[in-house]
């Protein structure tokens, strides 16, 4: 007799780290009960044409709360970001106040306990972003903070980020950073290049990124802190990051869908949705940060999910903030705009960032035991991107219209189905 609480989903095609094989998976009681052959359950979420993965990752989601709830809130964020496949999101500190300190990652995690995903959020490096102090992270780390970061800016002053990463040896835990150096961007708004010069754009070089990824790999080297880039945009970081990985260096590396797929050409429309830190590149960018991706100097896709509203984005280009969309059409552009194998692709959003975060306990595989966290794939799935047809807040999808290939059919939470039939239940 099945369990009154079981769920099989049946007829797919299971892929983890371990492989790949047609099974069935039964789920009960939040847990993975068995993967074989012919199961059958209470409920059955049909599978047949999908592969079912562990619930995807993400290293890189801004939820706008506190503070900018117009934009995104922590449940309608992580509603898209179960929607996209994601069991577990980490939420960026660039909030109003900051997540600088322990009331407001209480606050935070408060929120997401609610949500149709895992919410883990990230802490600042330093008190409100400001790059001066640093912040209490021992009082976030006691709260399971893992992840300290200033995302939106880089720590510029040098001394202040050998001392955080000093600080996080002491703590165990990950500094990740957003490469760029300020004076050097000047107040660009855009790549610095060929595009820039003919729209009239204010450009920030790549040697802006570069000199922060320069100077992090050795910081690291000098103090031994693991450090996380944070979206990577430029060749020459991919490379650095290459050789800091061969010189046995603790860096890891994401990158965004969008600098795996557009360039600075797409700026040319002046349309702010375009805009984002660090910028669109050039063809010769996205190639060498494809390439990383696909030799493992990049371990991670990581969305930078960054909504604005729409006020906002109907701004200039100068005076728009910069961000796009991410959560929803990050495994659907991997599947359909890279050369890369389903296991590549999921290794990337699933196993490789539960990895880095240290929750590879409870998200990233298939297994007996494990905690049911999982997503179904429909490869065949074509649809079209509507930024007003998503979850979130906000509407700034720089793939508006595009068809894509790959469609999250269930997404299953701690044993949960969040998502059924590509409808969120929650
Ligand atoms: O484009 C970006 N938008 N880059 C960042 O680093 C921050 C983000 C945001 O918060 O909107």
């Not at 449940?75 to 109003?96: F, K």
């Not at 407001?104 to 102090?133: F, H, K, M, Y």
Request: aromatic share 2%; with cysteine; net charge negative.
């Amino acid at each position: 007799m099945p369990d009154p609480h079981s769920i099989v989903v049946k007829g797919g095609r299971v892929v983890d780290a371990s492989g790949e094989r047609e099974a069935d998976v039964v789920v009960v009681d939040g847990r993975i009960a068995a993967v074989g052959a012919d199961l059958s359950a209470d409920r059955t979420l049909d599978a047949a044409g999908c592969f079912v993965a562990p619930g995807l990752v993400d290293l890189h989601s801004h939820l706008r709360e506190p503070g900018k709830e117009e934009a995104e809130t922590v449940e309608t964020g992580a509603r898209g970001a179960a929607l996209g496949g994601y069991t577990a999101i980490l939420a960026m500190p660039n909030t109003t106040p900051a997540i600088d300190c322990e009331a407001v990652v209480r606050q935070v995690l408060d929120l997401g306990r609610a949500a149709p995903c895992d919410v883990l959020t990230s802490g600042a490096i330093t008190v409100g972003r400001a790059g001066e102090q640093l912040a209490p992270m021992a009082e976030m780390a006691a709260l399971g903070v893992r992840v300290f970061t200033d995302d939106g800016a880089g720590v510029q002053d040098n001394l202040l980020m050998r001392r955080a990463m000093e600080y996080a040896v002491g703590l165990g835990v990950i500094l990740a950073q957003h490469c760029e150096d300020d004076a050097l961007c000047g107040g660009g708004h855009m790549h610095e290049g060929e595009w820039s010069a003919r729209l009239g754009i204010p450009g920030q070089p790549a040697e802006a990124e570069e000199l922060m990824v320069m100077r992090d790999i050795a910081l690291a080297r000098l103090t031994g802190c693991r450090i996380h880039f944070q979206h990577l945009s430029t060749a020459r970081s991919v490379a650095m990051v290459r050789d800091a990985l061969a010189a046995g260096l603790p860096v890891t590396a994401e990158a965004t869908p969008h600098h795996l797929t557009l360039t600075d050409a797409a700026c040319a429309s002046y349309d702010p949705v375009f805009k984002v830190n660090p910028p669109l590149r050039t063809p010769a960018d996205v190639e060498a940060v494809r390439a990383g991706l696909a030799d493992g100097t990049i371990a991670t896709i990581a969305t930078d999910h960054a909504p604005h509203a729409p006020e906002t984005k109907e701004l200039p280009f100068d005076l728009a903030p910069p961000g796009m969309l991410g959560l929803e059409t990050a495994l659907a552009l991997a599947l359909t705009e890279l050369d890369l194998s389903v296991q590549q692709v999921l290794a990337a959003l699933s196993w490789n960032p539960a990895r880095i975060l240290g929750i590879d306990d409870v998200h990233g595989a298939v297994a007996e035991g494990r905690p049911a966290n999982l997503c179904v794939i429909d490869p065949e799935h074509t649809w079209t991107v509507s930024g007003a047809a998503m979850a979130s807040r906000s509407t700034n999808t720089p793939y508006e219209g595009r068809e894509v290939r790959g469609k999250v059919r269930h997404t299953v939470l701690h044993g949960e189905p969040v998502v059924v039939a590509g409808e969120a239940q929650r």
